[in-house]
């Protein structure tokens, strides 16, 4: 479950990376404030039918309302 991974990694440990790539996961959209001035760039294919698609569309949602590009 990287994708999942990846946005608790970041949320955690954000001065750890230069960035953030989840594939495929969601992360909890209350971390969003800890990954501001992180580069995301976030993928999820439409036909993925082992994690919802509606988990990336939810962080990235967040992400956009506070004001976070990704």
Same mark, same amino acid.
């Given at each position: 479950? #990287? #994708?999942?991974? !990846?946005?608790? +990694? =970041? =949320?955690? *440990?954000?001065? +750890?990376?230069?960035?953030? /790539?989840?594939?495929?996961?969601? #992360? ?5 404030? !800890? +990954? *501001?001035?992180?580069?995301?760039? /976030? ?12 988990? !990336? ?6 992400? *956009? !309302?506070?004001?976070?590009? /990704?």
């Amino acid at each position: 479950m #990287g #994708g999942y991974g !990846s946005w608790a +990694l =970041a =949320a955690h *440990r954000p001065d +750890l990376f230069a960035g953030v /790539v989840p594939i495929c996961g969601g #992360g909890d959209p209350g971390t969003v404030e !800890s +990954l *501001r001035g992180l580069p995301i760039w /976030v993928f999820h294919g439409t036909d993925d039918d082992v994690v919802p698609e509606s988990d !990336s569309v939810e962080m990235v949602s967040a992400l *956009r !309302s506070a004001g976070i590009p /990704v």
